[in-house]
């Protein structure tokens, strides 16, 4: 079993008992059949990046300010069955050999971790997108985008990149938010990196938003764009059927 998985199963463990006694939470491994060392290395691995606290030996998951954001650390455990499937469904949607760009986020992570068509040129401003397109045999050319490093999403944030690149256009951009609003606004929790997008779609030629069913909530911090300006919408199943029909008369839709 992969850390990932583990670390997923870990948490939602924790989260439907509340509350679990180091001993306990080593028992939990062994059931899942992890052995003892590794465990102990995985219960740092949670503290270290503050997914759960330990206080006198008593374990839970850190609960966070409603105001605070969300860290990729803490959102690359959640959903990660509805992301794959998303990733895949990307995957069949691009053209061969093109000129990309892939916007920071978990979901456009899964893209890149399940790439299985080639792409000429990779634009991202995400570093663990740019980490995972080296080890891509898919990817020929990779440029990573500069600018301010923001730690919560491992994102590089600096509009003015594009003013050295004023001829750059793309064929495709992949991009997601953190908040997908009932009018079908796409939001972020950075306005620098909405900005970002912004300037990307608008060189772009198809524009494919990835979001998984759990983004589809109240209003976010910074508007990225209407949904109505992206070419494609690939979601999860696991909606309404007036969600559905709100989000068909915006947007072209692949459920998965």
């Not at 939990?28 to 219960?43: F, H, M, P, Q, V």
């Not at 608008?202 to 992206?230: E, P």
Request: aromatic content about 10%; overall charge positive.
């Amino acid at each position: 079993m992969k850390r990932d998985e583990r670390v997923q199963n870990y948490i939602a463990e924790i989260k439907s008992r509340g509350v679990i006694t180091q001993k306990e939470f080593f028992v939990l491994a062994d059931s899942y059949e992890i052995k003892n060392l590794t465990a102990r290395r995985d219960l740092n691995f949670l503290l270290e990046k503050k997914i759960i606290s330990n206080h006198l030996g008593k374990i839970m998951v850190v609960k966070r300010n409603n105001y605070l954001e969300q860290t990729r650390d803490e959102k690359k455990y959640v959903n990660v069955d509805k992301k794959t499937k998303i990733a895949n469904a990307a995957n069949k949607k691009i053209p061969i050999n093109k000129v990309v760009y892939v916007s920071a986020g978990t979901t456009n992570e899964e893209f890149i971790r399940n790439l299985k068509k080639p792409i000429y040129e990779l634009f991202t401003n995400s570093l663990e997108i740019f980490n995972l397109a080296i080890k891509s045999n898919y990817v020929n050319y990779i440029y990573l985008v500069g600018g301010r490093y923001r730690g919560a999403s491992t994102a590089f944030v600096d509009k003015n990149y594009f003013q050295c690149l004023t001829q750059q256009t793309f064929d495709v951009c992949i991009l997601t938010g953190t908040n997908l609003w009932e009018d079908g606004s796409i939001y972020n929790n950075d306005k620098g990196e909405s900005e970002l997008i912004q300037i990307v779609a608008q060189r772009s030629n198809q524009i494919v938003a990835l979001m998984d069913s759990t983004k589809i909530k109240k209003a976010g911090y910074s508007s990225v764009m209407k949904l109505c300006k992206a070419d494609t919408l690939i979601i999860d199943d696991n909606l309404t059927e007036t969600q559905k029909q709100n989000l068909e008369a915006i947007t072209n839709v692949i459920y998965v």
